[in-house]
């Protein structure tokens, strides 16, 4: 099989895939980007019907190119998909659809070949770009097999039409198992949502302000003040919650976010929580037929349970296993944007990180590091 030639291979038309092709576009650098499925910006397109980003449109939108100015504060999950269209359009990114990615490896001149299910494609960079839902974690529950009712992840959850006046068990409560039991509610279900551990939780709007536009600011000082300010926000504003199953988080929301588990930013989901129409529960003991048996010892009937258990990058499976140990980390996550060893140079990776400024506003920062990386190695105008 001949090889396709590009300068930089970007792998992923999401947001990050298309943030670095603005880069490079907009510094006419040429590039080449590969799409698994049908479409741009494929996820977004499949998530539950309510989402919106968390983050505000000025500081949520991708490289040179502002979101529209009749578009919300915080912008819904069509429009967001429809501002990924316009901004293909505008840097003129066509994507090659249906390139399933099987390998990626160092050729012997220092290249990298990256092997799809049809085609083979060598190039000087390749930017991995394929984001943190790659796919779906879906773990065993112990006797799941034996529930005689519905179990979906989260990726299969559009609204809760389906669950009308039924119990429904969300598993997990992160941003997304926090609005789902929301969703479930307001379709007139009745949630539960299975905590494991301590949540940490801060408003959308904290004070009148958003959450992020805060984070903002406090990145830029000190992480000891950080934590300081956004544990006192994060104790006027939400409070103890333990008494409601949530327990108590040994660390402030920052300190968090810089070990990979941002907070929940919440839009609602804890005022329900508390007048008692959100039940949170303990972790699962057991799955049974018709009930779920928890680890405090109690046992309550269900209809359904949607698991809000994430997603993996699943990069692993790109590489072989000595590449595999010195790229990424024993969860799976790059260690780093780019590595400087000759065996890895001309390798990048972007949108795997959770800080807590936000997903897409880093995207801005790390996609002009790795361009500005790219073009002094690129020496040929698009």
Not at 23 to 33: G, I, K, M, N, S
Not at 163 to 187: K, Q
Request: aromatic content about 10%.
């Amino acid at each position: 099989m001949q090889a396709r030639s590009a300068k930089t291979l970007i792998i992923g038309a999401g947001p990050a895939g298309l943030a670095i092709a603005g880069q490079l576009a907009h510094r006419q650098q040429p590039f080449v980007v590969i799409e698994a499925s049908d479409y741009i910006g494929f996820s977004w397109r499949n998530h539950y019907d309510r989402l919106h980003l968390h983050t505000v449109k000025e500081h949520s939108a991708l490289p040179h190119f502002p979101f529209p100015a009749n578009f919300p504060t915080y912008v819904p999950r069509l429009q967001f998909v429809d501002y990924l269209e316009r901004y293909a359009d505008h840097f003129n990114i066509r994507p090659l659809f249906n390139q399933q990615v099987s390998q990626i490896s160092r050729t012997t001149d220092g290249r990298w070949n990256v092997q799809t299910t049809t085609d083979l494609f060598e190039a000087e960079q390749v930017v991995v770009a394929t984001g943190y839902n790659r796919l779906p974690n879906k773990p065993e529950l112990p006797g799941q097999r034996d529930f005689r009712g519905i179990i979906w992840h989260s990726c299969e959850y559009r609204n809760g039409a389906a669950f009308r006046d039924e119990n429904v068990l969300v598993v997990g409560m992160g941003n997304t198992g926090a609005e789902l039991a929301l969703d479930l509610l307001d379709y007139e279900a009745r949630p539960f949502i299975s905590v494991r551990g301590p949540v940490s939780i801060l408003p959308r709007d904290l004070f009148g302000r958003p959450s992020q536009k805060t984070a903002i600011f406090l990145k830029k000082l000190p992480n000891w003040f950080c934590d300081l300010v956004t544990r006192t926000a994060q104790t006027m504003s939400v409070g103890d919650v333990s008494g409601y199953g949530l327990g108590k988080p040994a660390h402030s929301p920052s300190y968090n976010a810089r070990r990979g588990k941002p907070p929940i930013l919440d839009v609602g989901t804890l005022a329900q929580i508390k007048a008692g129409r959100i039940t949170v529960v303990p972790g699962i003991e057991r799955v049974n037929a018709k009930t779920i048996t928890f680890t405090d010892g109690r046992e309550r009937p269900f209809d359904a349970i949607i698991l809000a258990t994430g997603y993996r990058p699943a990069l692993s499976a790109f590489f072989n296993p000595v590449v595999t140990d010195r790229i990424l980390t024993e969860s799976g996550y790059p260690k780093a944007m780019w590595f400087n060893e000759s065996a890895l140079r001309g390798l990048y990776f972007l949108g795997f990180t959770t800080p807590v400024t936000g997903v897409l506003y880093n995207l801005n920062s790390d996609s002009n590091s790795i361009a500005r990386q790219i073009a002094e190695n690129n020496f040929i105008p698009a």
